[in-house]
């Protein structure tokens, strides 16, 4: 029963380099979303994606790409990082839309510091 | 203004106590979600509601549609319920939730 499962769990990047966060998820879901948490402020999206092959924008988009070759992975990757990334990063998955009847499930976090 | 706001920010209380953790949106919504943030930072689904009332064991979660409105009730509560709740509004056409900041929640023995 692993759920949603993000990898690594902690790293510390320099200014410009660039990274990978892999998400993967085990139970079927189609959506996937990657959210930043930021102290003071609620979860923000970043990409989400409804089915494999497929991504689109959230609320802060910028300094981020995603993809979603398999169903189960959600990859969400930093470029050139800034200090401006240093965030909690959350995976998420559902069934369907975030309606009635459709729970989230979160990963456990991804802690990012860009030095 | 956020569209997801939560009150208090912070909340102490003895154990025993009955709690009540507020939430008002602004934005149109299919559903209402309360989630808890554990320490550790891993965050789990407790309610989902798009009317009325919903309760397990001694969480009892309510929403007032018309008034934009929801509370987080917690009964007899537990040290083993320090954690951060975080309501969330899921609009109906898109899937960009939006998260209010949470209430850092801590009872004391």
């Known amino acids: 029963n692993a759920g949603v499962t993000q990898t690594p769990k902690f790293r510390v990047l320099k200014t410009g380099q660039s990274m990978t966060l892999l998400c993967a998820q085990d139970m079927n879901h189609e959506y996937m979303y990657w959210y930043r948490q930021d102290p003071g402020m609620g979860l923000r999206l970043i990409h989400y994606?409804?089915?494999?092959?497929?991504?689109a924008k959230g609320e802060v988009p910028d300094g981020y790409n995603v993809s979603r070759l398999k169903k189960q992975n959600f990859l969400l990757g930093l470029e050139s990082a800034a200090p401006s990334q240093t965030s909690v990063y959350f995976c998420a998955s559902s069934y369907a839309a975030s309606g009635p009847g459709n729970t989230i499930y979160f990963g456990e976090g991804s802690w990012l510091t860009v030095v | 203004k956020n569209e997801v706001e939560q009150s208090p920010q912070n909340l102490t209380a003895q154990e025993g106590e009955f709690i009540t953790i507020n939430c008002s949106y602004s934005?149109?919504?299919?559903?209402l979600h309360w989630l808890q943030q554990h320490p550790g930072g891993g965050i789990v689904s407790l309610f989902m509601?798009?009317?009325g009332k919903k309760k397990h064991g001694r969480l009892i979660a309510t929403i007032n549609i018309q008034e934009k409105h929801s509370s987080l009730h917690i009964t007899a509560s537990h040290p083993r319920d320090s954690a951060v709740y975080i309501c969330a509004a899921a609009p109906p056409y898109n899937n960009d939730m939006r998260f209010g900041a949470g209430t850092r929640l801590t009872v004391k023995p």
């Open positions: 934005v149109g919504i299919s559903a």
């Open positions: 994606s409804v089915g494999e092959g497929t991504t």
């Open positions: 509601l798009s009317s």
